[in-house]
């Protein structure tokens, strides 16, 4: 079975365009039977992807720590919810579980797990295709400086590669090639 991991913020942010394309990409893991695995709160972006995908009726993998559960408040309703001790185990089986990533607009805890993952790829940690779902541009700052990074010297050239991008779901799916 396929599994992405999405990153996603536990604020819905202030665009109503977030929540909506949100449920776009949640659709679309549903029909091509693709299985969410995320951070397992019911706020949010995060909510809104797994809330859509279990309308559809399809499968969503919830991984959190303890101290986390009343602080992001654990979705009551996912297929399977995985309770871990540190943020550490959470990203590891996050990742053991994914076969791909895809970062969802967010803040501070989203662009660490996006940094942590493309500099995971980087060093040959894994293959895993990792894409941006640049709702309404979200992410476009974030490539100028990618871009400006690279052409600073910063990061190879053929490390852009690693960070996949697309504002349409059915492209972004797509692109990963699961």
């Known amino acids: 079975m396929k599994r992405i991991c999405v990153f ?5 942010g202030n665009d109503p365009a977030f929540a909506k394309r ?24 995060m909510g809104v992807m797994a809330d859509a995908i279990l309308e559809k009726g399809g499968k969503v993998t919830g991984i959190m720590p303890s101290h986390l559960f009343q602080k992001e408040i654990a979705h009551p309703d996912i297929t399977t919810m995985i309770e ?4 550490h185990e ?56 990618i871009n400006h990074a690279i052409e600073a010297g910063f990061v190879p050239e053929d490390n852009r590669r690693l960070i996949l991008e697309s504002n349409q779901p059915d492209e972004l799916v797509k692109m990963m090639k699961l």
Request: proline letters at 3%; glycine letters at 12%.
């Open 22 to 45: 949100t449920k776009e990409l949640g659709k679309v893991f549903a029909e091509k039977q693709i299985e969410l695995v995320y951070g397992g709160a019911q706020s949010g972006l």
């Open 84 to 87: 871990v001790e540190t943020m």
């Open 90 to 145: 959470r990203k590891a089986k996050m990742s053991e579980l994914a076969n791909g990533y895809i970062a969802l607009p967010g803040g501070f805890g989203t662009f660490e797990e996006l940094f942590e993952t493309v500099s995971w790829a980087q060093m040959g940690l894994h293959e895993k295709p990792l894409a941006l779902y640049n709702i309404e541009g979200y992410y476009t700052p974030l490539m100028n400086l």
């Open 8 to 12: 996603a913020g536990s604020s819905s």
